[in-house]
């Protein structure tokens, strides 16, 4: 797994969040994000209260953590905030589900858009509502990939939207068996054995 962008963060941990809300049938706290980061390679650098600051060799993330609600922003360790992210993760009480979204930090960078569907989890079944595209991304022959496994893809093909780049949202991924490639980001798909 590599993380050097925002992006490369943001999806393995919304989907490291989403897997945790199923399995444990609640919302994350703060701590449990803070041991999810520090899982994914990051370190702890500053704890205080409802805020923790973490780093890596490319990234700062900022955690803050007050009672009704958590977000967790992505930023570039040079400070650029063109692609910096944003994880909201909340109970919509109007849904009664729980609800893991990345969105970008700058709209107007993204156009308002990313290709990420936000997590939606029934409150009451912790089923799964939605059908986001996560994974982690990898290098491979010079390139980076989005890498998926099978169920994930099954659930994507379900709805359609396989020839949409769950990174950013063009409809422009070209398949070539289990591997596509979006002409938009320059991010490859690639889809693995369970």
Do not use: Q
């Not at 923790?52 to 900022?62: E, G, I, P, T, Y």
């Not at 359609?160 to 991924?173: S, V």
């Amino acid at each position: 797994m590599i993380i050097y962008e925002p992006i490369m963060l943001a999806m393995p941990l919304t989907n490291k969040i989403k897997e945790h809300i199923i399995r444990g049938k609640a919302l994350p706290d703060a701590e449990i994000v803070r041991k999810i980061l520090t899982d994914l390679g990051l370190k702890k650098s500053c704890l205080d209260g409802e805020l923790a600051l973490f780093k890596s060799r490319h990234l700062f993330v900022v955690v803050l953590s007050p009672r009704e609600y958590i977000t967790i922003d992505i930023i570039s360790s040079s400070g650029d905030l063109s692609d910096a992210m944003e994880i909201m993760i909340y109970h919509d009480k109007t849904l009664d589900s729980y609800i893991v979204e990345i969105v970008p930090v700058n709209e107007l960078e993204f156009e308002g858009n990313i290709g990420i569907e936000p997590v939606i989890i029934d409150a009451k079944t912790f089923e799964l509502k939605s059908n986001p595209v996560l994974g982690h991304f990898e290098k491979g022959n010079g390139e980076v990939f989005l890498v998926i496994d099978e169920s994930t893809y099954k659930k994507w093909e379900e709805s359609n939207k396989t020839d949409h780049c769950p990174i950013c949202g063009a409809k422009e991924l070209t398949w070539h068996e289990k591997v596509a490639y979006c002409d938009s980001c320059g991010f490859g798909v690639k889809v693995v054995k369970e």
